[in-house]
């Protein structure tokens, strides 16, 4: 995936907080991908120029564990000779809604059992997106589920 990015490219998700930088940041970002086992599928796709317009479904361990199987995104990349220069994608609202609800409830758990695992994994407020933030996320979320 970090191929077909040019090095610096920005990726954004809307929605969840998360913008990383260039390929090492990419890099993190599909690794995090990798480790909660995220799947990914595009449809409605449609080219404008040098934009790619589509919707993205997206299922991982970590939304399950919150509650929720399937999320949408509807998103754009801008090509930059032949790679994508940058790329946003924004939670749609019934899954924003249906993620926020599990969520909320997570992190409260969270910030009352271990407030420094919190900030370890989303300092300021934001998820890191790296191998190491999904592995630790995903043993903190199976934690609360069997609590």
């Known amino acids: ?10 990726f954004e998700i809307d929605g969840l907080g998360i913008v990383v930088q260039g390929r090492q940041g990419l890099k ?10 995220s799947r990914l599928a595009a449809v ?21 564990l919150l509650g929720v199987e399937t999320v949408w995104y509807e998103g754009w ?8 220069e940058r790329a946003v994608v924004k939670l749609e609202p019934a899954s924003r809604e249906g993620l926020k609800r599990g969520l909320a ?3 409260l758990w969270l910030a009352a ?26 043993e903190l979320l199976r934690r609360w589920r069997t609590r």
Not at 1 to 10: I, K, N, P, R, S
Not at 53 to 61: A, G
Not at 121 to 130: I, R
Request: charged share 30%; glycine share 10%.
């Open 44 to 64: 409605d796709v449609s080219e404008v120029g040098d934009t790619v317009r589509c919707r993205l479904e997206e299922s991982n361990e970590v939304y399950r």
């Open 1 to 10: 995936m970090v191929g077909l990015f040019a090095a610096d490219a920005v």
């Open 105 to 107: 409830e997570f992190l």
């Open 28 to 37: 993190g970002l599909a690794e995090y991908g990798a480790r909660v086992g």
């Open 113 to 138: 059992t271990d407030p420094a695992a919190l900030e370890k994994a989303m300092p300021d407020g934001k998820l890191k997106a790296d191998l190491e933030t999904g592995a630790r996320l995903l």
């Open 77 to 84: 990349f801008a090509l930059r000779r032949g790679r994508i």
